[in-house]
Nanobody
């Protein structure tokens, strides 16, 4: 029943900023982990930023110092603030959640939102 809906993608010039948002139908405070992934054409999906089950944050080396992941437990949303965007950041960005269920761990993905950075 858990669903994730991304928003905030679009076209932006290099050096600009975008803020992505992921809205969850469940309580994100109860999730084991949440994060943002991206996939560019011809490349594998990669972790951009995320919260681990241990409460720590992880960032891809390519986005450290430029992107920030944050969450609002009251609104059940997770945001990705992207600054100093580069053309190589162009990709489809996906929200991901991992949580426990009576039958075992679950892994849920959103449909994705396109981010295009022009030079």
């Amino acid at each position: 029943q858990v669903q994730l809906v991304e928003s905030g993608g679009g076209l932006v010039q290099a050096g600009g900023s975008l803020r992505l948002s992921c809205a969850a139908s469940g309580s994100i405070a109860s999730f084991n982990a949440m994060g943002w992934y991206r996939q560019a054409p011809g490349k594998q999906r990669e972790l951009v930023a995320g919260f681990t089950s241990g409460g720590t944050t992880n960032y891809a080396d390519s986005v450290k110092g430029r992107f920030t992941i944050s969450r609002d437990n009251a609104k059940n949303t997770v945001a990705l603030t992207m600054n100093s965007l580069k053309p190589e950041d162009t990709a489809v960005y996906y929200c991901n959640a991992v949580f426990s269920s009576i039958t075992g761990p679950r892994n849920v993905w959103g449909w994705g939102t396109q981010v295009t950075v022009s030079s």
